[in-house]
């Protein structure tokens, strides 16, 4: 089964999809072509510099191929699987829109390694002919400057397919158990998981409630705690989020409220994703760990006025970030 | 009436309050001790330097005695009537502790100049012998640099007696005379009405909605209106406190909201009082703006679970200003 190589595109080559590309070339069964937008030049030039927790010190690091768009990639296809690792910001862009001239029908698996809830559907709108693997992530990685990573906890990736009536169910769970094997022997971690929806709700827990709200306030997730702000909003909406699970047919275990609090000691000061970028000016990712939970809410009759007022703030806050992008584009 | 000069101690001398200084020193009838804090150096050495759309221009101006702190502004007293404009940051420090000195029973008469509802009870309960005067300032002044002032929109300060039942009613209505003729005479208007809570319920509209959402989002009030925030969260929270109002007897104009809205058009593009604090790293008046309208609902069983999702992001917005203040103070 392993003795061609897989061919695989990545779109997103920050961390997490950096570590992910390092653990698919590392099984030597994969050949990945990476597509680099803002570490392109430094990667082409240096290649990657890694300091991993589960790989060691890489230097000079590369994927099979590197190109600066999915059109200039296409000459590495066709690919058989086609690993997303971008920020999933459908206010902003489309990504399906972006992958679509490298989707081979029935041929290309889709691979999503991204935050949030609801992620797939607009690939199984755009793609009703592939098999969709979802995936959670559990890395501990940052880019600290242009294609240098640090890697501080190990990569475990949970996996499973989005089953999908066109395509046989055998079929996607041996895509998912390859793409898993791939992953693992590359000395990483993937765990397949027959309901990835369900830990989306569990990771969704704490996102929707920590991320928003340090976003909200700048403050990083002890000093929430410090504030006192665990009692008065974030298991408010943590409990939201608990019923709206629920509601959708995923039931979290008891107390997922108090074991998500605890899993982030307050010693960690831990600063998650919209609060790094509300902080450098970047998009947060609000439609995916907030607005879609919302609309499931909606959907299923769930009253979800704390909530929504975040959404709102959030997006005001974002409609900010997305005017200073644009008259700074402007102005160059 | 008018032969002697009335003494007055003035607690606050940023625009609003060097302001009032000088309505009232222009009457020719008021010796103003205005107690200055950051300002004082320079004030002491140049004096205030104003262009006032009311006053014209002054350079070198000063009320009669300027003094670092209330004690040192008691050999001036003892004091008729006592003004505050001071912000109003009850979670900050306590006024009435810091005027208690200066307070002569029965004899000094408070005059508050401040934002928010429900400002006047900490100084009814420590100084249940004064009357107390407050008052709803529509100007527009800020001061530049120290010392320096702008004034661009006239000074019209609504004032009204709290009436408080151990002292008759006919004294604090001539007090109020009292000090609105000081204030009128001296060029700028001060209004009496007998119901200052309803006045403060009106402005509070505004104040609830914009002042805590550009706090909260780093917009402008044209901004808000731009991004779409008024109809997603101004408006609901414009609703909720004017159904707060009317449950505590005060009913607003049919169709406040679209005249708060109105009042501000977005060309002008407001940068309101809590969001320059929040901008400068200053405590915000969140108690009374936002919480004490909140307390009061709460009192009259009114339900408002969007009213104090804002409220609880406000606070840790403001603990991180108190902690920054702390930091940079330990590090002097």
Redesign the interface.
């Known amino acids: 089964m392993f003795d061609t190589r897989a061919n695989i595109l990545l779109c997103g080559c920050g961390a997490v999809g950096t570590m992910a590309a390092v653990a698919l070339e590392r099984s030597g069964c994969a050949a990945v072509t990476a597509v680099l937008r803002s570490n392109f030049s430094v990667v082409e030039q240096k290649g990657f510099t890694i300091d991993s927790v589960d790989h060691g010190r890489l230097t000079g690091w590369h994927p099979s191929y590197i190109a600066r768009s999915v059109e200039n990639a296409m000459k590495h296809g066709p690919f058989q699987f086609i690993v997303i690792a971008l920020k999933a910001l459908p206010d902003i862009y489309s990504i399906p829109e972006l992958i679509a001239p490298a989707v081979t029908p029935f041929e290309s698996t889709i691979v999503l390694i991204q935050n949030g809830i609801g992620i797939e559907q607009p690939f199984i709108n755009a793609f009703p002919r592939s098999t969709i693997l979802s995936g959670v992530s559990m890395i501990g990685a940052h880019q600290l400057s242009s294609g240098v990573i640090r890697h501080d906890r190990s990569d475990i990736l949970h996996l499973g397919p989005i089953y999908n009536a066109s395509i046989s169910r055998e079929k996607e769970d041996e895509l998912a158990a390859l793409f898993s094997s791939l992953y693992t022997s590359g000395g990483a971690s993937c765990l397949l998981t027959e309901n990835i929806t369900w830990m989306r709700w569990k990771k969704l827990v704490w996102n929707a409630s920590f991320n928003s ?1 340090c976003a ?4 990083d997730s002890g ?2 705690i ?4 665990v009692e ?2 974030i298991r408010p909406v943590m409990d939201k989020i608990n019923s709206i699970a629920k509601a959708s047919g995923h039931t979290l275990p008891d107390g997922i409220q108090q074991l998500m609090i605890d899993s982030m000691p307050r010693e960690m000061h831990f600063r998650p994703s919209m609060l790094v970028d509300v902080e450098r000016g970047n998009p947060m990712e609000i439609e995916v760990i907030v607005g879609n939970p919302l609309r499931i809410a909606q959907e299923l009759g769930c009253e979800t ?2 909530l929504r ?2 959404y ?2 959030l ?3 974002q ?2 970030i997305r ?1 200073a992008k644009t008259g700074s584009r402007l102005q160059k």
């Not at 909200?216 to 403050?219: A, D, E, N, S, V």
């Not at 410090?226 to 702000?229: F, L, R, T």
């Open positions: 709200v909200m306030t700048g403050l000093a929430i410090d504030a006192g702000g008065t909003i006025p704390i007022m975040i709102e703030h997006k005001l806050v409609w900010r005017r």
